[in-house]
């Protein structure tokens, strides 16, 4: 077969937020995904290689570099690409732009923990970090909520208010306030050290971070989870791996039972009217997979 060549903007055009998120149940349906990730490092970069196989999908393998210098040079901070193979003979059957399925990935995958998670009456939304990931979350979130309004907070405040030029989203200068007033909380940071701290958190919120994604990164205290239902899109590729984690279940600030469940057993993200819930989005190439699997079917069609 010739493998069909998606780009960004002609795979993007028609794609669904809600329908993704369909996908991804589905995706979770099947048999559990094999998933094996590679990480190299060298001072702050990074060079991740993430492969799935679902029996009844398919298989994939998606490769990323993270250079946060490249800023400075006005280069992209994040490149690579992403091969996905037929289930049955092992063919390449795509290759798509590794943004396209980055931005997708990513977001949907937030978004179905705060469709099960978050109060559907959910009125401020805060995002936590004016990057890419956070333009991604603002049409993902603004799909499955609605009727809710945006906030925005940044530690550099120029890129806070190009955000809010281009979204419409009320900025915030006091992080603090922000998340106080907040329905649901999410973070896309590059932090190394917490900026969420659990003294801020009150009941009924939802929390979802997604910034972290190498075991010396968190965005939250150990407060903020210990006081919170904890639930992560994978075990596999969050428990031992991201910081968020790693580092306070093994200082014995939560335990491993803390951290409810996974996407595997979805039936179990609940939560009351009081309680507070942390989402952690490690992402996971079985969830690229299945991304990708939703835009070759919607390129086809």
């Excluded at 799935?52 to 570099?65: R, S």
């Excluded at 490149?79 to 590794?98: H, P, R, T, W, Y």
């Excluded at 990935?105 to 970090?129: C, Q, W, Y």
């Excluded at 205290?221 to 899109?233: E, H, I, P, T």
Aim: charged share 20%.
């Amino acid at each position: 077969m010739t493998p069909a060549l998606i780009p960004f903007a002609e795979g993007e055009l028609g794609l669904d937020w809600l329908v993704l998120v369909e996908y991804l149940k589905n995706g979770h349906q099947l048999a559990k995904a094999e998933i094996e990730d590679l990480f190299l490092y060298r001072g702050s970069d990074t060079l991740l290689s993430r492969s799935a196989w679902i029996d009844g999908m398919g298989l994939l393998t998606k490769t990323a570099t993270v250079f946060p210098n490249n800023i400075k040079s006005g280069q992209s901070m994040i490149d690579g690409g992403v091969m996905l193979f037929d289930d049955g003979d092992g063919q390449l059957e795509a290759v798509i732009n590794f943004h396209l399925i980055t931005k997708w990935k990513t977001a949907g995958d937030s978004l179905m923990a705060a469709l099960a998670l978050a109060p559907e009456s959910a009125k401020k939304i805060l995002i936590v970090g004016a990057g890419t990931v956070g333009y991604s979350l603002f049409e993902a979130f603004s799909a499955g909520f609605p009727h809710a309004n945006f906030i925005i907070w940044n530690r550099t405040q120029i890129a806070a208010n190009t955000f809010s030029e281009k979204t419409g989203a009320k900025v915030a200068s006091d992080l603090e306030m922000a998340v106080r007033e907040a329905d649901i909380i999410l973070t896309c940071t590059m932090t190394m050290d917490p900026i969420l701290k659990g003294d801020w958190l009150a009941p009924g919120q939802h929390v979802n971070m997604i910034g972290s994604y190498r075991p010396d990164m968190r965005e939250a205290d150990d407060l903020a989870l210990q006081k919170s239902l904890v639930f992560v899109d994978s075990f596999e590729t969050t428990l031992g791996h991201i910081g968020e984690l790693k580092i306070p279940l093994e200082s014995g600030a939560i335990s491993r039972e803390h951290v409810r469940a996974d996407y595997y057993d979805l039936k179990s993200f609940k939560s009351g009217p009081n309680d507070i819930t942390i989402f952690k989005n490690g992402g996971g190439a079985h969830l690229d997979l299945m991304t990708a699997r939703y835009i070759l079917d919607h390129w086809k069609n």
